[in-house]
């Protein structure tokens, strides 16, 4: 560590936390706020490593202490959050926001918060606006980096002292950049919560300390122009991105070298005596700083509080007083919860034994965790919230109970049955109803293709139908548990097992829109209601290809049907639920008419095939909303894109008299 303190580092926190706050609080001018975080990275990796260098430098170096420091600085004020948090949620969620909710402060006590968010929550999307722990993938990242850094540390020391931190941190951090550059364009929605994406930002701040052990700290006195001019070009890299920078800005990448290498000027040229030191020293925006971690974990959960209750619409005016009482509670937290645990001349410390430290941050730690497993496995505690439910919100309830039993590959003994993949015993099954029934009907894909084929299966739509569907499971990308090599040796060893195969794959893996987003993340970054521009959505046309030749491979055998993609509603159950069964659904404008785009280029890729002929899945449906996805004694979807059981029966009476010879 810096051996005299610098308030200037304090004051780059505040400059840190305030756009932050003014980002998640949605303020006009703030469409960058979020790389206040990538500042707080390069501010921790500066300050943690200052501490272990010194350390080793001093022969003292323990990991013990190390990990009793950081829990004094963090779990504190975290455990205190967290548990306010849960009152409000207890009180204000429905189950299934409840559940999701519970499975966060399960992974929030675990500090593997950005883990479960990489797989469930696209940062910029509308549901990031309802989840009020969302903001503690950040304490993940970083807690995640300090269970590895101290030992990478300690053994670059043993092995070739100050050249080895040098050379070992300073490669450790282009890897990160590197890797965050490439990982961007294959997965934008969840590099942004991934520690070896972000490591490269607390790396930065590990070379500044490194940097400056070496020169010597900051000495006061007359500084040079290089001094000023690199001190206020830190600033404005920082202001710079918190007004430019938006949701479409690919994240985090070579962009976020911007606040990164601004927050790195400011540490290492923003000396005392600089314009820039001076007006981060400033009194108050110093004490925004001290207060800056406590400010960060409260915020969060109050502006998402304000969003559900008001339905999403909180004035600015609201949120302004929300932002000024999260300040309000850091002062609070950092005066009476932060401080008491933390060494300070003159303060009595709470928890003076380093094993008192530990045994009770287990225990906060397995409450909490408890408090998670609880909550989630009793579905959202759902039996005490439907005490007080209204009669609708019962009713609603309900539907979604009865849409989620699941019908999924179905067999039924016979020769109507759906598999993964070609199993050994099925050519000789097949063999027998082909001389049962004649050529029967084969479905093949994805998902979309399981409910397809158990749709028609459950009706008992003819008396011959195969499936080999399998979730995720494409043409375009296969996997090695795929069965579309097996069907193609199928049907080429034994032509005549089917009359015709009908393809069908979901639309939401053959286009592309903002910031690269494929699939659900694509429909989440559009709220219900919000129009999805045709110029932001790009279909994927080398997977139509991939998809086109399959299938001629397979039409040299027997006649295809190419099904074009299915309408998919996208309307999340928090979303439905809060609105109610009789609520006026509809789908996003121009959400349609991507569909409808998909529908003529698959139309155009098989014009002039023989033995290809697509159908326009879309005008068959006749899709509606509301009444096609829930009415008020049904809910026809399970999810986002799947059917219910009673879904299934709809899309079967749809689409049999066009499938079935």
């Known amino acids: 560590?810096?051996?005299?303190?610098?308030?200037?580092?304090?004051?780059?926190?505040?400059?840190?936390?305030?756009?932050?706050?003014?980002?998640?609080?949605?303020?006009?001018?703030?469409?960058?706020?979020?790389?206040?975080?990538?500042?707080?990275?390069?501010?921790?990796?500066?300050?943690?490593?200052?501490?272990?260098?010194?350390?080793?430098?001093?022969?003292?170096?323990?990991?013990?202490?190390?990990?009793?420091?950081?829990?004094?600085?963090?779990?504190?004020?975290?455990?205190?959050?967290?548990?306010?948090?849960?009152?409000?949620?207890?009180?204000?969620?429905?189950?299934?926001?409840?559940?999701?909710?519970?499975?966060?402060?399960?992974?929030?006590?675990?500090?593997?918060?950005?883990?479960?968010?990489?797989?469930?929550?696209?940062?910029?999307?509308?549901?990031?606006?309802?989840?009020?722990?969302?903001?503690?993938?950040?304490?993940?990242?970083?807690?995640?980096?300090?269970?590895?850094?101290?030992?990478?540390?300690?053994?670059?020391?043993?092995?070739?002292?100050?050249?080895?931190?040098?050379?070992?941190?300073?490669?450790?951090?282009?890897?990160?950049?590197?890797?965050?550059?490439?990982?961007?364009?294959?997965?934008?929605?969840?590099?942004?919560?991934?520690?070896?994406?972000?490591?490269?930002?607390?790396?930065?701040?590990?070379?500044?300390?490194?940097?400056?052990?070496?020169?010597?700290?900051?000495?006061?006195?007359?500084?040079?122009?290089?001094?000023?001019?690199?001190?206020?070009?830190?600033?404005?890299?920082?202001?710079?991105?918190?007004?430019?920078?938006?949701?479409?800005?690919?994240?985090?990448?070579?962009?976020?070298?911007?606040?990164?290498?601004?927050?790195?000027?400011?540490?290492?040229?923003?000396?005392?005596?600089?314009?820039?030191?001076?007006?981060?020293?400033?009194?108050?925006?110093?004490?925004?700083?001290?207060?800056?971690?406590?400010?960060?974990?409260?915020?969060?959960?109050?502006?998402?509080?304000?969003?559900?209750?008001?339905?999403?619409d909180p004035s600015m005016w609201i949120m302004a007083v929300l932002a000024v009482l999260s300040l309000v509670l850091a002062w609070l937290s950092w005066k009476f919860v932060e401080g008491p645990f933390r060494h300070r001349p003159g303060q009595r410390l709470w928890l003076p034994r380093q094993w008192q430290v530990f045994a009770t941050s287990l225990a906060g730690i397995a409450v909490i965790a408890g408090l998670g497993w609880i909550g989630y496995f009793s579905q959202g505690r759902a039996e005490l919230w439907l005490r007080s439910a209204t009669p609708m919100q019962q009713q609603t309830y309900a539907l979604f109970e009865a849409a989620r039993v699941e019908v999924w590959n179905l067999d039924d003994g016979g020769c109507r049955f759906n598999q993964p993949t070609v199993t050994d015993e099925a050519p000789g099954r097949l063999v027998d109803c082909q001389e049962q029934f004649g050529p029967g009907l084969a479905i093949i894909g994805d998902s979309h293709a399981i409910n397809l084929a158990d749709a028609l299966i459950r009706a008992e739509s003819a008396p011959f139908i195969y499936g080999v569907t399998q979730g995720n499971c494409r043409p375009d990308t296969p996997g090695p548990e795929c069965g579309f090599e097996a069907f193609l040796d199928l049907v080429s060893e034994q032509p005549g097992l089917f009359s015709r195969v009908v393809f069908e794959i979901a639309g939401q893996h053959l286009m592309i829109g903002p910031g690269g987003r494929r699939t659900e993340r694509l429909f989440g970054f559009y709220p219900p209601g919000t129009e999805m521009p045709a110029e932001d959505l790009t279909l994927l046309n080398d997977r139509f290809e991939r998809n086109a030749a399959y299938l001629r491979a397979v039409s040299a055998y027997v006649p295809v049907v190419w099904l074009s993609p299915r309408i998919e509603p996208q309307l999340d159950d928090a979303h439905v639920m809060a609105k109610g069964c009789d609520y006026d659904f509809a789908l996003r404008p121009g959400q349609q008419e991507i569909f409808d785009r998909m529908a003529r280029a698959v139309e155009t890729l098989v014009a002039g095939e023989a033995a290809i002929t697509s159908l326009d899945q879309g005008a068959l449906l006749d899709f509606t909303m509301p009444q096609d996805f829930i009415t008020c004694e049904a809910l026809d979807w399970r999810d986002g894109d799947h059917l219910s059981p009673t879904g299934l029966d709809w899309l079967a009476q749809r689409l049999a008299p066009y499938l079935v010879p």
């Open 1 to 312: 560590m810096p051996a005299a303190y610098r308030p200037e580092v304090d004051g780059l926190r505040a400059w840190a936390v305030l756009p932050v706050i003014a980002f998640h609080g949605s303020f006009p001018g703030f469409s960058g706020g979020f790389v206040g975080v990538d500042v707080f990275f390069v501010i921790s990796g500066y300050l943690i490593t200052g501490i272990l260098v010194g350390d080793l430098e001093a022969d003292r170096y323990s990991i013990a202490r190390f990990y009793e420091r950081r829990a004094r600085r963090i779990l504190p004020a975290l455990f205190v959050v967290v548990a306010a948090s849960t009152l409000a949620a207890h009180l204000i969620l429905m189950p299934q926001p409840y559940m999701d909710y519970a499975a966060s402060i399960f992974s929030v006590a675990l500090f593997l918060s950005n883990i479960l968010f990489i797989s469930e929550i696209d940062y910029f999307a509308p549901s990031a606006e309802e989840t009020p722990l969302l903001h503690t993938w950040s304490l993940a990242v970083e807690e995640q980096f300090y269970i590895l850094f101290p030992l990478i540390l300690w053994a670059l020391w043993k092995l070739w002292k100050r050249p080895g931190l040098v050379w070992g941190v300073t490669a450790m951090t282009l890897a990160s950049l590197a890797f965050s550059e490439w990982a961007w364009r294959a997965y934008p929605a969840e590099t942004f919560y991934f520690l070896p994406s972000r490591a490269w930002e607390l790396g930065a701040g590990a070379m500044c300390a490194l940097l400056m052990r070496k020169s010597g700290a900051p000495s006061p006195g007359k500084p040079g122009a290089l001094h000023q001019a690199a001190g206020l070009a830190g600033l404005l890299a920082i202001a710079v991105s918190v007004v430019w920078f938006d949701r479409s800005t690919p994240f985090p990448s070579l962009w976020a070298g911007l606040p990164v290498g601004g927050a790195v000027a400011v540490i290492v040229y923003a000396t005392p005596g600089t314009l820039a030191a001076r007006l981060l020293s400033l009194r108050w925006v110093v004490a925004i700083g001290l207060i800056s971690y406590s400010a960060y974990l409260w915020h969060n959960p109050m502006f998402v509080y304000a969003r559900i209750l008001t339905e999403g």
